[in-house]
């Protein structure tokens, strides 16, 4: 309560003074204009008299100008008026200035008629306060003498001091409607949530947080919550993971923890950074009207490696693809994220507009993208996009060389296809790096590898690296059949090792996964997930089965298969007509490219032709939301769905499977699962079909909404298993271990076959 009284005291002093300041400027200004109003006055009404007395004293009529004395000395305020010839002798006065001691011509009034100018003075006698107006009078145009006007300048200090009563009264309320004012605020907007806030801190402490509300959210206390959330969340996972731990150890078993993996890398990397190469950056900055917002791209890769940099620190290089990226980091394009809690520093590198389309739209995702997936789109090649994609391979190299100036024996971890020159480039100028390259797609065989015109140009960059990792051993085996075929090497087929001029890479395979069944999804404990029937009215549907699919909208994911499938199960089913909902979270990807645009209006299409068949006024089998969903708007889709169906024509390893499988901490739900997935292998709980199958994947379908919840709670829990032991600090320890402990080696410096210019 002191720091309330403390509080109350200033705001009362402070509005006091003000106050007080105010009055007293408002009593000068008060004054000042009274007494210029009684001088304007007196002055007026002795020009009168002048006009009056001047004849009056050339016929030397002293009677008559006594009587107009007498009869102008009764007038409001005005004491009484004195006539006084040049040489002092008084011709007339008012009786009530009798005793007033008016006697004799005061100086003022002699100076006025020296100067022959009217005068005007306030004198203060005690608590009186009087106004003297003196004006000269003539008689054959010379002064005669002087008119004197007396008046009673009391009212002017009576007005000020009631001008000071009043404004104390005021200031009296004022201050009492402040003080209860005040109390009032502080008891609703920081007495009463201090007091939830430190009874919510007190259970949190005690590990009761998940038991009881999180505390309030006002204005005042929003940034100051959002931390201390934060901090209790962190606080919750801290005692989680290690009553986990306890638990593990207890049991002779040891799981895969941000806090493991950390301890491990620091063994592994003896402190060296690890530096992460990748095409798309974990935050990005975009302009939201005059705001900058940082969001997080939609990305399988971001979901997997993310997570890896935050438990053990390090540095991010990406491609900068947001409007305000510039404005957010340093001349570098350095800074510090995440943003709430900084562990890694992020590296932006700048392409120009030519460069990103040639290199990532062209080569990379009508090219390569294409040709890795078996999914019957031809890839294209251009020589102007090779170009783009050999120079910004190199832009790429150049920014990976800075940030590793000073680091001895560093660890790099390239991602994906978009680089798969840059190990050579970096190993040819530090060969004391150990350099691995993940490729986060399928890898074709031989024969369909042999279409692009470079291959020997991007497996001998592929080759510069140390460790070349793949998700399933038949993407490792697809590339080896590959090399052989291609390249002049030898192939170590026990060790699944390239040797070629003198340098030996290591090719494995590394399931990629994500964090766990504890998957980081951006909800905090104030948060309810909307039911099943607040879902589907939110997208304007009502039914009683609902299944899920969440994908970028591309050629490789068989969405189109997928409606397909659920207007074929309609029709073999039609019990469920009216009663069952498919809802597809479709990202819309890469639009610049011509095949992806026209395939979002195909499924459009596609869509709006099935609809039209079954639909009714409040019911339509198809619900398709083309746009980007975040993680937690994907949340209350998987909980309340009764399947996920991925239908992959061809895929690397594809993380929605797992996230689905995650999500369900209620054991319930059905994955149907596409064995052209890479998470086939793993989750072989699944129901795992033939996407091109349209029956065998609406049989599944049937399957999924019609299995016992006993069998679906012994397939999840397996599934769920599968994915808390081998989540992605498993793969990062995996592949950072196996990175470490490899000797790196200095590949013979070859051309690449172009030159860009």
């Known amino acids: 309560m002191r720091i309330t009284f403390r509080l109350i005291f200033w705001l009362v002093f402070v509005v006091t003074a003000v106050v007080f300041l105010l009055t007293r400027l408002q009593v000068r200004q008060e004054q000042q204009r009274l007494e210029e109003d009684l001088e304007r006055r007196a002055l007026i009404l002795a020009e009168s008299l002048q006009e009056v007395v001047e004849p009056l004293i050339e016929k030397e009529n002293l009677t008559g100008i006594r009587r107009l004395v007498e009869r102008f000395g009764g007038r409001e305020r005005l004491v009484g008026i004195a006539l006084f010839a040049k040489e002092g002798e008084l011709l007339a006065m008012t009786a009530r200035l009798v005793d007033q001691s008016l006697k004799t011509v005061p100086r003022f009034a002699e100076e006025a008629m020296l100067t022959d100018e009217g005068r005007g003075i306030f004198i203060q006698d005690g608590k009186k306060k009087w106004h003297l107006q003196a004006l000269p009078f003539h008689q054959e145009e010379e002064v005669a003498g002087v008119l004197i006007?007396?008046?009673?300048?009391?009212?002017?200090?009576?007005?000020?001091?009631?001008?000071?009563?009043?404004?104390?009264?005021?200031?009296?309320?004022?201050?009492?409607l402040i003080s209860l004012t005040t109390l009032l605020v502080l008891r609703w907007s920081l007495i009463l949530p201090m007091a939830k806030t430190v009874e919510w801190l007190k259970r949190v402490r005690t590990g009761e947080a998940d038991g009881g509300n999180p505390p309030p959210k006002e204005d005042l206390f929003a940034?100051?919550?959002?931390?201390?959330?934060?901090?209790?969340?962190?606080?919750?996972?801290?005692?989680?993971?290690?009553?986990?731990?306890?638990?593990?150890?207890?049991?002779?078993?040891?799981?895969?923890?941000?806090?493991?993996?950390?301890?491990?890398?620091?063994?592994?990397?003896?402190?060296?950074?690890?530096?992460?190469i990748a095409n798309r950056e974990p935050y990005m900055h975009t302009h939201q009207g005059r705001q900058i917002q940082c969001i997080v791209p939609a990305s399988g890769l971001v979901t997997a490696v993310?997570?890896?940099?935050?438990?053990?620190?390090?540095?991010?290089?990406?491609?900068?693809?947001?409007?305000?990226?510039?404005?957010?980091?340093?001349?570098?394009?350095?800074?510090?994220?995440?943003?709430?809690?900084?562990?890694?520093?992020?590296?932006?590198?700048?392409?120009?507009?030519?460069?990103?389309e040639g290199y990532y739209y062209g080569f990379s995702n009508e090219g390569l993208w294409p040709l890795c997936h078996i999914a019957h789109t031809r890839p294209l090649f251009r020589i102007e996009d090779w170009t783009?994609?050999?120079?910004?391979?190199?832009?790429?190299?150049?920014?990976?060389?800075?940030?590793?100036?000073?680091?001895?024996n560093p660890c790099v971890l390239i991602q994906d296809y978009h680089f798969a020159l840059l190990p050579r480039l970096i190993k040819e100028k530090r060969p004391d790096a150990k350099v691995a390259l993940f490729w986060h797609i399928p890898w074709p065989n031989p024969e369909a590898f042999g279409i692009c015109p470079w291959a020997r140009e991007l497996l001998q960059g592929m080759l510069g690296a140390d460790l070349l990792g793949f998700h399933i051993q038949f993407h490792c085996n697809n590339f080896l059949d590959t090399v052989d075929r291609m390249l002049e090497s030898r192939i170590d087929w026990e060790q699944f090792a390239v040797n070629r001029e003198g340098h030996v890479t290591r090719v494995e395979p590394f399931p990629i996964s994500i964090a766990g069944t504890d998957v980081p999804i951006d909800f905090r404990g104030e948060d309810v997930l909307p039911t099943r029937e607040e879902l589907?009215?939110?997208?304007?549907?009502?039914?009683?089965?609902?299944?899920?699919?969440?994908?970028?909208?591309?050629?490789?994911?068989?969405?189109?298969?997928?409606?397909?499938?659920?207007?074929?199960?309609?029709?073999?089913?039609?019990?469920?007509?009216?009663?069952?909902?498919?809802?597809?979270?479709?990202?819309?990807?890469?639009?610049?490219?011509?095949?992806?645009?026209?395939?979002?209006?195909?499924?459009?299409?596609?869509?709006?032709?099935?609809?039209?068949?079954?639909?009714?006024?409040?019911?339509?089998?198809?619900?398709?939301?083309?746009?980007?969903?975040?993680?937690?708007?994907?949340?209350?889709?998987?909980?309340?769905?009764?399947?996920?169906?991925?239908?992959?024509?061809?895929?690397?390893?594809?993380?929605?499977?797992?996230?689905?499988?995650?999500?369900?901490?209620?054991?319930?739900?059905?994955?149907?699962?596409?064995?052209?997935?890479?998470?086939?292998?793993?989750?072989?709980?699944?129901?795992?079909?033939?996407?091109?199958?349209?029956?065998?994947?609406?049989?599944?379908?049937?399957?999924?909404?019609?299995?016992?919840?006993?069998?679906?709670?012994?397939?999840?829990?397996?599934?769920?298993?599968?994915?808390?032991?081998?989540?992605?600090?498993?793969?990062?320890?995996?592949?950072?271990?196996?990175?470490?402990?490899?000797?790196?080696?200095?590949?013979?410096?070859?051309?690449?076959?172009?030159?860009?210019?």
């Open 149 to 176: 006007l007396l008046h009673d300048a009391r009212y002017i200090r009576d007005f000020c001091i009631q001008l000071w009563r009043q404004n104390f009264i005021r200031l009296l309320l004022h201050a009492l």
């Open 223 to 276: 940034p100051l919550v959002d931390e201390v959330t934060s901090m209790a969340e962190s606080l919750a996972k801290a005692r989680a993971t290690a009553e986990q731990e306890a638990r593990l150890r207890h049991a002779g078993e040891s799981r895969w923890t941000p806090e493991r993996l950390k301890e491990h890398m620091r063994t592994v990397l003896q402190d060296r950074p690890l530096l992460v």
């Open 306 to 356: 993310e997570p890896i940099l935050r438990a053990c620190g390090g540095t991010w290089i990406a491609h900068a693809s947001g409007d305000a990226d510039r404005e957010t980091a340093d001349e570098k394009g350095r800074l510090r994220v995440p943003p709430e809690e900084p562990l890694y520093t992020l590296r932006r590198v700048w392409l120009t507009k030519e460069e990103e």
């Open 388 to 408: 783009h994609y050999v120079r910004v391979n190199e832009k790429f190299a150049k920014v990976a060389l800075e940030e590793l100036t000073g680091t001895e």
């Open 536 to 757: 589907l009215e939110m997208v304007g549907v009502s039914a009683k089965y609902v299944g899920v699919g969440v994908d970028r909208i591309d050629y490789t994911k068989g969405i189109a298969e997928r409606f397909r499938a659920v207007e074929r199960f309609l029709e073999a089913y039609p019990v469920f007509v009216g009663k069952f909902t498919f809802v597809e979270l479709g990202a819309p990807s890469r639009t610049l490219i011509k095949r992806y645009g026209d395939l979002g209006e195909e499924l459009e299409a596609e869509a709006e032709r099935i609809n039209h068949r079954f639909q009714d006024r409040e019911w339509k089998p198809l619900v398709f939301l083309k746009k980007h969903h975040s993680h937690k708007e994907i949340l209350p889709f998987y909980r309340a769905a009764d399947f996920c169906l991925v239908a992959s024509l061809h895929d690397g390893m594809n993380l929605v499977a797992k996230e689905f499988v995650a999500s369900r901490s209620d054991g319930r739900g059905v994955l149907i699962l596409s064995h052209f997935a890479g998470a086939s292998r793993e989750l072989r709980d699944a129901l795992l079909v033939n996407p091109y199958d349209i029956e065998q994947v609406a049989e599944s379908i049937h399957h999924a909404l019609a299995m016992d919840p006993k069998e679906q709670e012994t397939r999840m829990a397996r599934m769920r298993q599968t994915i808390q032991e081998h989540n992605v600090y498993e793969w990062a320890a995996h592949l950072v271990s196996e990175l470490a402990q490899l000797r790196p080696g200095r590949p013979k410096e070859t051309s690449l076959g172009i030159q860009a210019k």
